[in-house]
């Protein structure tokens, strides 16, 4: 992580304020409204992402939930796809992709992940609204908690948080809704029949949310969360951050609004500490890069608004890099960026062509290794085989089995036909008969494969190995 170029500032050395932050009790920290570009951004980003969760498990798609993890019966509904345990492949390709995804963006841009999509931030965001509409902006915040306990204080303490909880249990409700059908879940509730697993998870993840975004807050960014750790290992001298322009502000001070900064030897900083009033996680930015900003660019809209009211340039603290604030050219097209965006691409067309022809049927064969193989009465050479079918489509077929790899193969099986039921993995025992002057070799690869009576499509095909005496 990058440092400021001298050590001791305004708030102490650094060394002074990494002990400060761990062993000093956690002050709560008011943040105050901003008002700007990145801030409206935030907005939409908040808007966007809670409607799409809150919104999402009510959409319905050919008579069922469009969006449904049905673990009990191991279906995962995704609009017009159905995934089944079997395609657990594709779901950790997702988390790859998403994986890589942060790391490209992070490289780019720093941590504006942690400003505009995380769920913590979103969460916290739609917290701190509820509370500015409760108890007022920062000053009325300050003013009150700083109050002693009456009725005034008691009433709009226990209006925000029953808004808190009940947002809270929504959010749980809804959350459980994605793998319980919601409306079905809805029912359940009104009527108090929900089952003790469903009524676990909407408690528990109502409970995380109401303590998460409404107590703990910037605490999870600081000390939970893993990202804020190794984020550095993304982070080079190009990689976009929100900093302060400290040759350009300092040294800071307080002036009037006609006086000229240079004529006072200051810098365009007036030390009005809105940069800090508006932070969420409390830190100071004019202090360097530090590992708590999560890169919301409140400070960028704060400091611009005040710049605006003294008549100076915009841009003391923006988003720019290291390489930049040295008057060193910036590269945001780099190697590590291409080699990230290169692999992401990769892995994307990789799993979009595995994905599009993806066969929503699957075929184990085992053969069976009690006996190579047995003779018959008639002197027939025989093998058995466990075939392991999986219909993953969401209709019921009935299938038609081939076999190939030697010339006269009789198939013997102890069903009179293939019937498999969406979701069903059927066991089915074979035999396959050849005569022994059939067989060139001791082993003998055969051909299993399986295709549908109404989708020629709907077919897969898997090799065994067929043995014999020779």
């Not at 105050?32 to 809670?50: D, K, M, N, P, S």
């Not at 949310?209 to 750790?229: D, H, I, L, S």
């Not at 915009?314 to 930049?324: D, P, R, S």
Request: proline content about 4%; overall charge negative.
């Amino acid at each position: 992580m990058a440092e400021p170029d001298s050590r001791t500032t305004a708030g102490g050395n650094a060394d002074e304020r990494v002990e400060k932050s761990l062993y000093a009790k956690a002050e709560k920290i008011y943040p105050r409204e901003v008002h700007g570009l990145f801030a409206r951004l935030r907005v939409l980003g908040v808007i966007g992402l809670l409607g799409v969760y809150y919104i999402v498990p009510w959409l319905q798609w050919d008579g069922r939930q469009a969006l449904l993890f049905d673990l009990p019966a191991r279906k995962f509904h995704i609009f017009f796809i159905t995934l089944w345990p079997q395609d657990f492949i594709y779901l950790a390709a997702l988390l790859i992709i998403a994986g890589l995804t942060l790391f490209f963006v992070t490289a780019l841009a720093g941590r504006v992940w942690c400003g505009y999509a995380c769920p913590q931030t979103v969460w916290t965001e739609a917290f701190l609204w509820i509370e500015r509409k409760v108890e007022g902006d920062r000053m009325k915040q300050q003013k009150l908690d700083a109050q002693p306990m009456n009725v005034r204080k008691i009433r709009i303490k226990a209006t925000k948080h029953l808004l808190w909880i009940a947002f809270s249990a929504w959010t749980g409700f809804t959350f459980v809704g994605y793998f319980t059908p919601i409306i079905e879940l809805g029912q359940r509730l009104v009527t108090f029949d929900l089952g003790p697993w469903e009524t676990f998870w909407v408690v528990f993840y109502g409970f995380a949310t109401y303590g998460n975004a409404g107590w703990m807050r910037e605490q999870v960014c600081k000390y939970m969360c893993p990202y804020a750790r190794f984020q550095s290992a993304m982070f080079d001298k190009d990689t976009l951050i929100v900093s302060y322009i400290t040759e350009r502000g300092e040294p800071r001070g307080a002036r009037k609004r006609s006086a000229d900064p240079r004529d006072l030897g200051l810098g365009d900083c007036i030390d009005c500490t809105m940069c800090v009033q508006v932070c969420p996680t409390g830190i100071d930015i004019r202090n360097g890069l530090q590992y708590e900003c999560i890169a919301c660019s409140a400070c960028i809209d704060a400091c611009d608004d005040v710049m605006d009211k003294m008549g100076y340039e915009q841009g003391l603290i923006k988003y720019t890099t290291e390489h930049a604030m040295k008057g060193r050219p910036t590269h945001l097209l780099r190697l590590r960026v291409i080699i990230y965006a290169l692999i992401l691409f990769a892995i994307m067309v990789l799993f979009a062509w595995s994905f599009t022809n993806r066969i929503a049927l699957g075929l184990d064969v085992i053969r069976d290794r009690n006996q190579l193989y047995r003779e018959t009465g008639e002197g027939d050479i025989e093998n058995v085989y466990i075939l392991k079918i999986m219909n993953m489509d969401d209709a019921a077929h009935r299938f038609s089995l081939r076999v190939s790899g030697i010339p006269e193969m009789e198939i013997h099986m102890d069903l009179p036909e293939i019937y498999v039921q969406s979701g069903e993995v059927l066991e089915l025992p074979v035999r396959l008969e050849v005569e022994e002057d059939e067989l060139d070799t001791r082993s003998t690869e055969v051909m299993f494969t399986l295709v549908a009576d109404d989708n020629a499509d709907l077919s897969v095909t898997e090799s065994a190995r067929f043995l014999g005496p020779h």
